[in-house]
């Protein structure tokens, strides 16, 4: 009897432990798998950032040296012209804008009779915790400055923002934060200590409006004042002819010539 009882638990020993052993198995099998769909995703997301990259690379070699783009927010659009001799902020800004880095944040620095201020990636997120960090976000780096004495900051002027001096004594820009000039008086003292990359060429009257929008104790507007995207403007996307449309013109080139 005793016998039988051993060799009764040891079989369900024994099946527990081969069990146990499948359940194992089939667990290391699904993580297996699991890690090789992530890599393959995420060899898929590396590949479409890189044509991406690559693509947007392409555009800027298209741009003229002061490309203008459209800043589009809930309050309207701004045009702001990208300036030649600061080519550290131009590309950079082309590369955030044309990338998308810019859709959905917010200008969440503003003060009136001085300037707006937006760029910051954190200002995606409206939690409490979120907001707390306005100001602080960013890409990752940041640009060395370009001051040109002559790029100075007068109404519509658009800047690099930064970290103060105590912190940052060369002076190096945020990698996307920015601020554009309502009151040229108020801002004269920045000359020469941020960097001026870019000028307003229509929407004045807009920056007025977001600079007009009523704030709490730390500058945040109370209503949203977000930048919808920021776009190339019509006036300096290349004007891409189809193959069609240039074998038609090389056909009626060699037309006349018969």
Do not use: W
């Not at 146990?20 to 798998?33: D, R, T």
């Not at 100075?152 to 658009?158: D, E, F, L, Q, R």
Request: with cysteine; proline share 4%.
């Amino acid at each position: 009897m005793k016998k039988n009882i051993f060799t009764i638990l040891t079989c369900v020993a024994a099946a527990a432990m081969l069990f146990g052993c499948g359940n194992s198995a089939k667990k290391a099998a699904a993580e297996a798998e699991a890690a090789t769909e992530k890599a393959r995703l995420d060899s898929i997301a590396a590949e479409e950032e890189a044509a991406k990259a690559k693509t947007i690379m392409e555009t800027i070699a298209t741009l003229p040296e002061e490309p203008v783009f459209d800043i589009e927010t809930n309050l309207g659009t701004i045009k702001v012209k990208l300036y030649s001799k600061t080519p550290l902020h131009r590309e950079n800004f082309e590369k955030l804008a044309l990338g998308g880095f810019y859709d959905s944040l917010l200008f969440h620095r503003v003060i009136n009779g001085f300037m707006i201020q937006g760029g910051d990636p954190f200002t995606r997120d409206t939690s409490a915790a979120a907001v707390a960090k306005y100001g602080q976000g960013g890409p990752g780096y940041t640009i060395p400055a370009e001051f040109v004495p002559e790029y100075t900051h007068k109404k519509g002027a658009i800047a690099a923002a930064r970290r103060g001096d105590g912190a940052n004594p060369k002076k190096e820009s945020s990698g996307s934060q920015f601020y554009i000039v309502q009151d040229a008086g108020a801002c004269a003292q920045l000359d020469g200590a941020y960097t001026v990359f870019g000028e307003t060429v229509s929407g004045l009257d807009i920056i007025d409006r977001i600079a007009q929008v009523a704030t709490d104790q730390r500058d945040k507007p109370l209503m949203d004042v977000r930048i919808k995207t920021i776009r190339l403007d019509e006036s300096c996307k290349p004007k891409v002819e189809s193959a069609a449309e240039e074998e038609a013109q090389k056909s009626s080139k060699n037309a006349q010539l018969q």
